[in-house]
């Protein structure tokens, strides 16, 4: 599958750019103004060159001062009205730099606000914000976006490779097989088996085709799963979940769960004669979901095993849909392996 092309933008290098071009492209007309009224002038040069550097300077303080209140994640309606009310204050701040300037450079008398000066200035810093909050939306957006594109192939991938596993015909084999083996012994019970081998595929298909499930949707498969592979292992497979009522509607991306569980049945259980216990539990903690799978065996990881694929697979969507928040881990202690796995309840988009 194609891997979609990095958005690589060094924004700060731009923000500089358009500092300089834009407060350098007002100084020039003040400049033009000023030459055709009284013409050039050394005093004109310094009374322009600190009208340049002080807007810069006010301009860029203003900058760190939204960036650390975190305007950009405020509602439009907000943003808008705190750019008219910054506007119409750096219009003052824009009136006594003029003045002051002006004051000194040409010796005249100090006045410091100037109405004229400031309807300019607080049209001037109007159109500073606009154009510097609608740069940052639209890169955001172009983040967004390409986050997305990134999800979507990586939901496309991670769907062929669990209908790959679930209808390989090893899976299929042993599965059918089982039941075979129940229709004599216990015909309701194989017909539960059918069910729940049909629902597996059926809820395969409709969960990878969605961002989010909740953890009741997901549950719903890992049971069938379990059953199914329970009446393949007997008493080998043993299985304790212990899910709190409150995280059932946490939503989780899908077959995530389903995926750690399947693992650990086919990297640590299977290849104990004597099988072994599966624990899997969640449960909120602090703002988090938090999900641990727990089964015996020793983590063995290469670059071309399926347990190294899975668990970058696992982490490449969790840093898409929660930036840094999400936590994954797959460590191994006295020889058990668990799978931990920590996400916030409201993702980070």
Not at 64 to 78: E, I
Not at 127 to 149: D, P, V
Not at 271 to 277: A, F, Q, T
Request: proline share 3%.
């Amino acid at each position: 599958m194609a891997k979609p092309p990095e958005i690589k933008v060094n924004y700060k290098i731009q923000y500089f750019l358009f500092q300089l071009i834009g407060w350098g492209f007002l100084v020039a007309l003040i400049a033009v103004f000023n030459v055709k009224q009284e013409g050039f002038s050394v005093d004109l040069f310094l009374f322009l060159t600190s009208v340049f550097f002080f807007n810069l300077s006010i301009s860029h303080l203003y900058r760190l001062f939204v960036n650390s209140r975190g305007w950009l994640h405020a509602k439009l309606n907000v943003l808008l009205f705190r750019i008219g009310v910054s506007s119409t204050v750096l219009g003052v701040v824009f009136s006594v730099i003029i003045n002051t300037s002006n004051g000194i450079v040409f010796e005249t008398s100090p006045r410091l606000l100037s109405l004229n000066d400031w309807l300019f200035g607080s049209f001037i810093y109007f159109i500073w914000n606009l154009l510097y909050f609608g740069y940052l939306l639209f890169y955001k957006a172009r983040i967004i976006e390409f986050k997305n594109i990134q999800l979507q192939a990586l939901n496309a991938q991670t769907e062929l490779k669990n209908l790959r596993s679930q209808l390989n015909p090893h899976f299929m084999f042993n599965a059918m097989n089982s039941i075979r083996a129940l229709i004599d012994e216990n015909p309701s019970k194989s017909k539960t088996a059918v069910t729940q081998l049909s629902n597996v595929l059926r809820n395969s298909l409709i969960h990878t085709k969605k961002e989010l499930v909740s953890l009741k949707e997901e549950m719903t498969i890992v049971s069938d799963y379990l059953s199914l592979e329970k009446i393949r292992y007997e008493e080998r497979l043993r299985v304790r979940t212990e899910i709190s009522n409150e995280a059932l509607s946490a939503e989780i991306p899908p077959l995530l769960i389903q995926t750690l569980v399947e693992n650990a049945i086919k990297h640590g259980i299977s290849k104990l004669k004597e099988g072994g216990d599966l624990y899997l539990s969640a449960k909120l903690v602090d703002g988090f979901l938090e999900v641990v799978v727990t089964n015996p065996g020793i983590l063995q990881l290469s670059k071309e095993s399926t347990t190294q694929i899975g668990m970058e697979n696992t982490q490449k969507r969790l840093e898409l849909l929660y930036g840094k928040s999400a936590v994954f881990s797959l460590t191994s202690s006295q020889k058990k392996v668990i799978a931990r796995i920590s996400i916030p309840l409201k993702p980070d988009l």
